[in-house]
């Protein structure tokens, strides 16, 4: 994990942004798309079992911008 990486400036820069959030949970790849990064985190949380693997792709200006497991763990710890 990023030691300068924040979560609430995250939050501020890509909270309109379309997410995808792919993960693995119980042996099977999936990907869910979410309107925002609030969604996306959201989701997360609800799951009844947190996946092992997951990445949020944020997609800014026609590319992807991915987060990996430690920082995704870091935003949702404190979103």
């Not at 911008?65 to 949702?76: A, E, Q, T, W, Y």
Request: glycine residues 6%; neutral net charge; charged residues 25%.
């Amino acid at each position: 994990m990023s030691d300068n990486f924040s979560a609430k400036d995250t939050l501020a820069i890509y909270c309109e942004c379309a997410t995808m959030i792919t993960f693995i949970r119980d042996g099977f790849f999936t990907e869910e798309k979410t309107p925002t990064i609030q969604d996306a985190i959201d989701y997360l949380k609800a799951l009844t079992r947190c996946p092992t693997w997951r990445v949020l792709h944020i997609r800014v200006q026609g590319r992807n911008i991915p987060f990996g497991r430690d920082n995704v763990s870091k935003l949702m710890g404190e979103l």
